[in-house]
């Protein structure tokens, strides 16, 4: 990866910064989610069991059983996943992404061509936050194309992630050439978020 930004950094203006986050939100309401179907479940198991049942071990396994799908949902992240919503996964990225921005100082350039490019692993997806000097709406098209190509990578895993980012470069070049004083002012490696 640092490879990549290296190489983006030495034909170009642009400073990247690349931050991979295990998750952008919280998401508790999943957790309770499965925690309160899988209560469901061990009530209407109790209700329609034709053997009787003891009422007061039936009660308890109903209320351990919320606990039980709680820890699931939140330790089972393909289980979490598909009681969010999209629409809110996306959000949560792009909150995070903005948050990160202006955290790490992306906007402090000198040129103000700072470009965060913010993954984040759980919602499976990819936020770039561009600055100011950053010249998209001249870029147009071909800047979404490439934003949306590294987002489709986060799926895909690292290489295709390391090759969408590397296919910007060009783009980059172009729209941001590098300067002869033009010296290294954000870190090349990933952050950790």
């Known amino acids: 990866m640092l490879d990549q930004i290296v190489g983006l950094e030495a034909t170009s203006g642009a400073e990247l910064v690349v931050t991979v986050a295990v998750r952008s939100g919280h998401y508790r309401h999943a957790d309770y989610l499965v925690g309160a179907l899988l209560s469901l479940a061990a009530l209407l198991?109790?209700?329609?069991?034709?053997?009787?049942?003891?009422?007061?071990?039936?009660?308890?396994?109903?209320?351990?059983?919320?606990?039980?799908?709680t820890i699931l949902g939140a330790s089972l992240s393909p289980l979490r996943r598909v009681f969010v919503s999209r629409k809110q996964m996306d959000e949560e990225v792009r909150k995070a992404a903005h948050s990160k921005f202006v955290e790490q100082g992306i906007s402090r350039t000198r040129d103000r061509t700072g470009i965060l490019v913010y993954v984040s692993l759980f919602e499976q997806r990819v936020e770039v936050v561009p600055d100011i000097g950053i010249p998209v709406q001249d870029l147009g098209e071909r800047w979404a194309s490439g934003t949306k190509a590294l987002d489709i990578s986060a799926k895909n895993g690292f290489a295709a992630f390391a090759q969408a980012l590397a296919a910007m470069g060009p783009m980059l070049t172009e729209a941001v050439p590098r300067a002869p004083d033009d010296i290294n002012e954000l870190p090349d490696d990933m952050v950790q978020a």
């Open 45 to 69: 198991f109790y209700l329609f069991y034709p053997d009787p049942l003891f009422d007061d071990v039936a009660v308890m396994l109903i209320i351990a059983s919320f606990g039980v799908g």
